[in-house]
């Protein structure tokens, strides 16, 4: 099957611009998430969806971030505007299900920011 | 929330060798327990992962064994080869927490030597 897709891979931007990410899960999947990767550090989660529903946005700093995931498949992550400690690679990941049952999430290959 | 600390940061081995990483978890609800492996510039991949129900499961030469009254649970890889070289992930869920919300250790960079 297809893995989960993100784009860009790479994004390079300046300390208060803006930068959007575009995340496609695996086909059928219900619970998507977002995770933050600081260098050197585990993926820290953002956001999770459950279809197209918020379940868990307690992480996300929602002052410069948001999140939406319409239709209940492809999600968009946005950062505006951006500030440096913003750098890392996020991470979307899907799995079947949800409701606390256990899972495997799929990660896709991520999407490395700098921000200047 | 539940907070996951592992150790080592990184630990370099022989091919052949085994190799060890250790994770410890606070919140006594937690009662799953994957792991993950990440190459250098690519996804993270779950290579394993135990309930805590069981105490101990293998697959091949990876092994993970839990220990719920200690709260901590560890990662065993034996006959280690060059290409298991990658940064390991533990992480937690607990019972009660959000719906399928997962907490990452700060991982494990494995070099193994040829």
């Known amino acids: 099957e297809a893995g989960v897709a993100q784009s860009p891979r790479y994004k390079i931007i300046e300390k208060r611009q803006s930068v959007a990410f575009w995340c496609n899960p695996i086909s059928g999947h219900a619970t998507l998430y977002w995770y933050q990767q600081i260098l050197g550090q585990g993926p820290k989660l953002l956001i999770q969806?459950?279809?197209?529903?918020?379940?868990?946005d307690s992480q996300l700093p929602k002052d410069r971030f948001s999140a939406e995931r319409l239709k209940g498949v492809d999600s968009t992550l946005k950062i505006q505007p951006a500030k440096l400690e913003d750098s890392a690679v996020y991470l979307c990941?899907?799995?079947?299900?949800?409701?606390?049952?256990?899972?495997?999430?799929?990660f896709g290959p991520g999407t490395r920011l700098t921000v200047l | 929330g539940e907070n996951v600390e592992q150790h080592p940061s990184t630990l370099s081995v022989q091919e052949g060798d085994s190799a060890v990483i250790k994770c410890t978890y606070s919140?006594?609800?937690?009662?799953?327990f994957p792991w993950y492996k990440q190459e250098l510039g690519k996804r993270p991949q779950l290579i394993i992962d135990?309930?805590?129900?069981?105490g101990e499961k293998k697959d091949q030469r990876i092994a993970v064994t839990l220990n719920k009254t200690a709260k901590h649970f560890s990662l065993h890889i034996t006959e280690t080869q060059p290409e298991d070289s990658a940064v390991y992930f533990c992480a937690a869920k607990a019972r009660g927490s959000t719906l399928g919300r997962l907490y990452f250790g700060r991982g494990t960079q494995l070099t193994v030597w040829p």
């Open positions: 990941a899907s799995s079947p299900l949800g409701g606390g049952q256990h899972n495997e999430q799929f």
């Open positions: 135990i309930r805590s129900n069981v």
């Open positions: 969806f459950q279809n197209n529903g918020v379940v868990d």
């Open positions: 919140d006594s609800a937690s009662n799953y």
